[in-house]
T-cell receptor, first 113, second 113 residues
């Protein structure tokens, strides 16, 4: 039972355009969401997070949108750069108890020059 | 560099053997998490320690065990290894309780032959 789903295994965009990565979740107890970027042979690197009390959070070129009613979040990267090419993981944690993260399977983003 | 270190980087061993993976969290971080990433899978939470005490368990096999020492480093012990245990094992740390993003180490790639 996959509680966090990233339905697009891969995404290819042109440099300078917008990249939109999507994530769906099923557990209504999730109240904190994170995006991580992962390069080959490295550990995941934290990018941006959002609490369920917000519907948008921005950090430079990265914006995360949360739609609680649809149990959907998205990561927008504008403008996309070749260095953004990596695997992006969506993760969620539930209120109360451990802060363990539940991860999606990732989306491989390729930004073409 | 996240500040989380993991050793060894690579480990090749045979079925039935036992191995120990080591993790040193960021300076000052009290919480350590272990995750497993198998082929084409997202990261799966295994276990969490907080200041030396087990805090939460995920889908960790009985053949696997972990501990966190007084200096806060952690070890993950995998015994009676099977081919299916081949995976990347990541350690992550956070400073304290609450909604802090987790910082990941570079991982240990375990290959069981």
């Amino acid at each position: 039972d996959q509680q966090v789903k990233q339905n697009s295994p891969s995404l290819s965009v042109q440099e300078g355009r917008i990249s939109i990565l999507n994530c769906d979740y099923t557990n209504s107890m999730f109240d904190y969401f994170l995006w991580y970027k992962k390069y080959p042979a490295e550990g995941p690197t934290f990018l941006i997070s959002i609490s369920s009390i917000k519907d948008k959070n921005e950090d430079g070129r990265f914006t995360v949108f949360l739609n609680k009613s649809a149990k959907h979040l998205s990561l927008h990267i504008v403008p996309s750069q070749p260095g953004d090419s990596a695997v992006y993981f969506c993760a969620a944690s539930a209120r109360g108890g451990s802060e363990k993260l539940v991860f999606g399977k990732g989306t491989k983003l390729t930004v073409n020059p | 560099d996240s500040g989380v270190t993991q050793t060894p980087k690579h480990l090749i061993t045979a079925t039935g053997q036992r191995v120990t993976l080591r993790c040193s969290p960021r300076s000052g971080d009290l919480s350590v998490y272990w995750y497993q990433q198998s082929l084409d899978q997202g990261l799966q939470f295994l276990i969490q320690y907080y200041n030396g005490e087990e805090r939460a368990k995920g889908n960790i096999l009985e053949r696997f065990s972990a501990q966190q020492f007084p200096d806060l480093h952690s070890e993950l012990n995998l015994s009676s290894l099977e081919l299916g245990d081949s995976a990347l094992y990541f350690c992550a740390s956070t400073r304290q309780w609450g909604r802090n993003e987790q910082f990941f180490g570079p991982g240990t790639r375990l290959t069981v032959l």
